[in-house]
């Protein structure tokens, strides 16, 4: 086998673990936020609005890195379950806001339990999962052009 076919095997290539790795731990996810009405990638939302609400939406699609038209339906969704509000900016109305609402904010107690829960299921230690928080951090960066 030459290097060539070897560089090409599917198991050694990084995009295949990472995509692999991505199903595997958001499917660990499911279980425990369909009991919040919520989807991982509205799981996401949640987690940038209890840290930074309001937020218009140009700064909650920077935060995710998605790009409007992905995040638009993801709040027109978690808006009809209740959890959160868009409404005009009363000093710019070409801005969108996004809140949370009472419930919502009241959500994230619940929503609390979730990570330790996720490190439970893994069985991994967490100086191990925090130290492939930050390769994938590298190589997030690395992927956009702005690793130094």
């Keep these: 086998m030459s290097d060539m076919t070897d560089a090409l095997r599917l198991e ?4 295949f673990a990472l995509a692999v790795a ?8 499911r279980p ?19 840290e930074h609400a309001p937020l218009s ?16 339906p993801l709040l ?19 801005v969108l806001a996004v809140s949370l609402t009472p419930e919502g904010r009241a959500l994230r107690d619940e929503a609390e339990a979730i990570p330790p829960m996720i490190v439970k299921r893994l069985g991994m230690e967490l100086e191990e999962l925090e130290e492939l928080h930050r390769s994938l951090t590298r190589v997030i960066a690395a992927a956009n052009g702005t690793h130094h």
């Design 12 to 15: 050694r290539q990084v995009c």
């Design 76 to 94: 027109k969704r978690l808006e009809v379950i209740g959890y959160i509000r868009r409404q005009r900016d009363g000093q710019d109305g070409r």
């Design 32 to 50: 425990l936020l369909e009991p919040m009405r919520l989807t991982h990638p509205q799981y996401l939302v949640m987690l940038a609005l209890w």
């Design 22 to 29: 991505s199903r595997n731990v958001i499917g660990l996810y």
């Design 57 to 72: 939406v140009k700064e909650l699609s920077k935060l995710l890195r998605l790009d409007p038209g992905t995040l638009s």
